[in-house]
């Protein structure tokens, strides 16, 4: 459902076709109004134009520099979740941790194997 929302920046009309709320876009065009003007405030002889492209250019950088920080939030998520995974949590079932302690004593094995093999060259006079 779209709605139509009449909005006034700048001292110009508005009507803007939207899936949002009219109470959110009023909203947004009043937060762009009020930073329009701080832009132009500081800096009488700024056009609304050039303000516009200003908050514009301000607006795209806070966006970005956002999408960066959420970026690493979520690879720092899926490292949190992948190290998880590695753990070996209560809900793992006695023959899994079995399989699992298996697997790691091969090598173990091996190991004294290949130490037993030496011991007994070595009591060979």
């Not at 998520?77 to 899994?96: F, G, L, R, W």
């Amino acid at each position: 459902m779209t709605n139509k929302v009449k909005v006034v920046i700048c001292g110009k009309d508005f009507m803007l076709q939207t899936a949002e709320s009219a109470n959110y876009v009023i909203g947004l065009a009043r937060t762009l109004e009020n930073r329009i003007s701080e832009v132009s405030g500081s800096n009488s002889s700024t056009s609304p134009f050039a303000a516009a492209i200003m908050v514009a250019l301000s607006t795209l950088d806070d966006l970005n520099k956002a999408t960066q920080r959420l970026d690493a939030l979520r690879e720092q998520a899926k490292e949190y979740v992948d190290e998880a995974e590695k753990i070996d949590s209560p809900m793992t079932t006695p023959s899994q941790k079995i399989s699992n302690y298996w697997q790691e004593s091969k090598p173990l094995k091996r190991n004294c194997k290949i130490i037993g093999r030496r011991r007994t060259h070595e009591a060979i006079p």
